[in-house]
């Protein structure tokens, strides 16, 4: 099955807790992306990576970092999580880089931060 | 800054009638617009693309882009109550790598 999987599906942690999200396309594409969606359904890009380069980082708190191993995968960690975290965090992948090239997302991961 | 506006925020239809949602954005820049569905406690997934003004069809889903209104509009056929969800506007301009999404309309049908 080719697709954008992502682990886990739930995470549930305490403020100061570090976390880490996987993701991983089967798609054969050579970009991918972490969105954060809010509460009120808000999307917005956090990181994009293009062949394991960094090419867009929006503004993010330094907390936050993505980690590339191949074109396959991307994941990210927090470092220290606070309340405002709690969001799902969506991944996906592109065939090329740029807003024209079609996005496929991933079922996102859900962070709970008490 | 770019902005994405959606409406209506919710709606409510009967099997089988049409749906029709729209958005409307701050400049006429981009040159792609899509439409996406996401299910609860799903990802998104991407109805139809458009990239021209005028009309495209991807099955019962019709998207209409007028870039001189700054508008997309997207009609759902003869709708099912498994096309129950949020849609999602996004808007992309191609020299900033990045899509910009609305905050969607919460489509409900009922049988």
């Known amino acids: 099955e080719t697709a954008v999987f992502q682990t886990p599906n739930y995470h549930v942690t305490q403020v100061g807790n570090e976390v880490s999200f996987n993701c991983k396309q089967t798609?054969?594409?050579?970009?991918m992306y972490w969105y954060k969606q809010d509460s009120k359904k808000l999307l917005k890009i956090m990181f994009s990576y293009n062949n394991k380069q960094l090419i867009v980082n929006e503004t993010v708190p330094r907390r936050f970092s993505p980690q590339s191993s191949d074109k396959a995968h991307l994941n990210l960690r927090i470092k220290s999580v606070e309340p405002e975290d709690s969001a799902v965090y969506l991944c996906?992948?592109?065939?090329?880089?740029?807003?024209?090239?079609?996005?496929?997302f991933g079922p996102g991961t859900r962070l709970t931060v008490l | 800054q770019q902005k994405v506006q959606q409406s209506p925020e919710s709606l409510t239809v009967s099997e089988g009638a049409m749906a029709s949602l729209n958005c409307t954005f701050s400049?006429?820049?981009?040159?792609?617009f899509r439409w996406y569905r996401q299910h609860s406690g799903k990802g998104l997934e991407v109805l139809v693309s458009?990239?021209?003004?005028g009309e495209k069809e991807e099955g019962r889903f019709t998207a209409h882009l007028n870039r001189a209104s700054l508008h997309v509009s997207l009609h759902i056929r003869e709708p099912q109550p498994s096309d129950s969800a949020v849609y999602l506007c996004a808007m992309g301009a191609g020299n900033t790598r990045k899509l910009i999404f609305g905050l969607g309309t919460t489509l409900q049908v009922q049988p």
């Open positions: 400049d006429g820049t981009s040159d792609n």
């Open positions: 996906a992948s592109s065939y090329g880089l740029g807003a024209s090239y079609e996005q496929y």
């Open positions: 798609l054969g594409h050579d970009t």
């Open positions: 458009i990239f021209s003004d």
